[in-house]
C-alpha cells in the first residue's frame, strides 16, 4: 500500500538539490506552496519512497529499486543515501562487474550491518541447476555478508521450462534454510510467454521483467502482467526507458519532450511514471550509478502528480510511431530465422547497454564472453527471413554488423 501524499513541491527539489548539480538532470518543476511544501528529499526522509505490497508475499518494497550494474564498491555513500532516501529495495547478481557488485554491498553490509534489516536484498544466479545455484547462493551470501538473500532470481529466463521440478525442490530447500525469503526469475526475452507460463505454476513468488511504455500497451503484455498477478506474483519492471531518451530529431520527438518539461517532469522521469501508474508493477528497477540520478528518480517516485490521460496518449504514440528503434525482446522469433543458431536477442541488448545505458564497458566484456567462433558468424549469415519475420522491423543484419564493430 502506498505511503500517503507528502506535499511535495517538486521546484524546491531543484532548489535544494542544486549543490549537488542535479539541475541538470531535472528541469524546474510546478510545485505548490513553498512555504507548506517539503522538498522530495525531506518527504522521503521523513516518509520514506512509496511502497507496494510484492505480489502474496504481502512484503512492503519501495516501488524504486536500485539496480547493482555499476562500481558499488566506490559508491558506498551512495548506498547510505539510498536508505535515507527509502530506496531500501537493492538489486544485484552473482556475474554483475565479475562479483564486485556483491562485494561492494558486502562492504557496506560490513560497516553498518544494522542497515542490513532494512534492505529488501535480491541477487541472482546463472545456473540452471541444483548444484550451480547451490555454488552461487553460498558464494553470494559471503560476498554480502549477510545470511540470507531476501529474493532469489534464476537469471535470464527466456522460456518458463527452465523452472523446472529440480528448480522447485531446491528453492523449498533453500527457503527452509532459511537462505532465501522468494523464488523466481529474470526475464529479458519472450516474457510476454514466460509471464503467462509461470503464473501456471504455484511457486513462482516474483518475476523481474522487461516492461516500458513501449511494451505495456501490447494485448499480451497486458494479459501476461495480469495473470501473474491473479497468481500472486510480485512483478519488478526493468529496462524502463524503452530504448533511451526521446529523441531530438524530429517536431515530434520536440513536441513530446516539449510537453514533459513543461509538465515539469524530463522525459527520463515521465517514463517511470508511466509505468508507475499501473498498480500491478510492485516496483522499477533503475540504475542509478550516480546521486544525481537517484535523486532525480526519487523526486519522480515520491511526487504525486500523475501524467495527463494526453500525455500518456503521447507516450503511447511515441512508442507506436518509433517502433523500429526498439528491440522488444521476442528473440525466438529471429533466432528461429537464422540458420545457424546465434544469440541475436543477447547481442541486441548488449548494443543497448552500450548506446543507451553508456555502459560500453559491460557490453564489451559481455559481447566478448560469446564464443569467437559464434561472433565471428555474425556478419556471414543472411538476415533476410529474419528481419521479414522481425515485429519491429529492425535492420538485423546491420545491427549485428555494428554490435562487431562496436563491441569487438
Request: proline fraction near 3%; glycine fraction near 8%.
Amino acid at each position: 500500500m502506498q505511503k500517503k501524499d507528502n506535499g511535495i513541491s517538486r521546484r524546491s527539489f531543484i532548489k535544494a538539490a542544486g549543490a549537488a548539480g542535479v539541475g541538470s538532470v531535472l528541469a524546474p518543476l510546478a510545485g505548490r506552496n513553498r512555504a507548506q511544501a517539503a522538498t522530495p528529499l525531506q518527504a522521503a526522509e521523513n516518509t520514506g519512497v512509496p511502497t507496494r505490497p510484492f505480489g502474496r508475499s504481502g512484503i512492503q518494497v519501495p516501488i524504486l529499486s536500485l539496480g547493482g550494474m555499476f562500481d558499488i564498491p566506490s559508491n558506498q555513500t551512495l548506498l547510505k543515501q539510498a536508505i535515507r532516501w527509502g530506496v531500501t529495495y537493492w538489486d544485484t547478481a552473482h556475474v554483475y562487474s565479475g562479483g564486485r557488485s556483491e562485494e561492494g554491498i558486502g562492504q557496506f553490509f560490513k560497516s553498518y550491518p544494522e542497515d542490513r534489516d532494512r534492505i529488501f536484498l535480491v541477487t541472482k544466479s546463472t545456473a540452471r541447476n541444483g548444484r550451480g545455484m547451490s555454488e552461487d547462493l553460498a558464494t553470494s551470501l559471503q560476498r554480502m555478508n549477510t545470511d540470507h538473500i531476501d529474493l532469489f532470481f534464476v537469471h535470464a529466463v527466456s522460456s518458463a521450462a527452465e523452472m523446472d521440478s529440480g528448480m522447485r525442490a531446491w528453492a523449498a530447500e533453500q527457503k527452509a534454510a532459511g537462505k532465501i525469503r522468494l523464488f523466481g526469475f529474470s526475464t529479458h526475452s519472450n516474457m510476454e510467454r514466460c509471464l503467462l507460463d509461470a503464473a501456471r505454476l504455484d511457486w513462482i513468488d516474483g518475476i523481474m521483467t522487461t516492461y516500458n511504455f513501449r511494451l505495456m500497451h501490447e494485448e499480451k503484455m497486458k494479459q501476461a502482467v495480469a495473470a501473474c498477478v491473479d497468481a500472486g506474483i510480485g512483478l519488478t519492471a526493468m529496462k524502463t526507458q524503452g530504448g533511451g531518451a526521446v529523441g531530438t530529431t524530429s517536431s515530434q520527438d520536440l513536441e513530446l519532450a516539449g510537453r514533459f518539461v513543461q509538465k515539469g517532469f524530463t522525459d527520463k522521469q515521465a517514463k517511470l511514471k508511466a509505468v508507475w501508474e499501473n498498480p500491478q508493477i510492485s516496483a522499477i528497477c533503475s540504475q542509478m550509478p550516480t546521486m544525481s540520478i537517484l535523486m532525480a528518480n526519487i523526486a519522480a517516485a515520491v511526487d504525486r502528480t500523475s501524467l495527463t490521460q494526453n500525455e500518456r496518449q503521447q507516450l503511447e504514440r511515441y512508442a507506436r510511431e518509433t517502433f523500429s528503434h526498439y528491440c522488444a525482446g521476442c528473440s525466438q522469433i529471429c533466432e528461429n530465422a537464422v540458420a545457424v543458431k546465434l544469440p541475436v536477442g543477447d547481442i541486441m541488448r548488449y548494443l543497448m547497454y552500450a548506446r543507451s545505458y553508456g555502459d560500453s564497458q559491460d557490453a564489451r566484456r559481455r559481447f566478448a564472453a560469446i564464443p569467437d567462433a559464434i561472433r565471428q558468424q555474425l556478419t556471414r549469415q543472411d538476415y533476410t527471413v529474419a528481419e521479414a519475420r522481425c515485429p519491429r522491423q529492425l535492420p538485423i543484419a546491420r545491427l549485428m554488423s555494428e554490435a562487431l564493430r562496436e563491441l569487438a
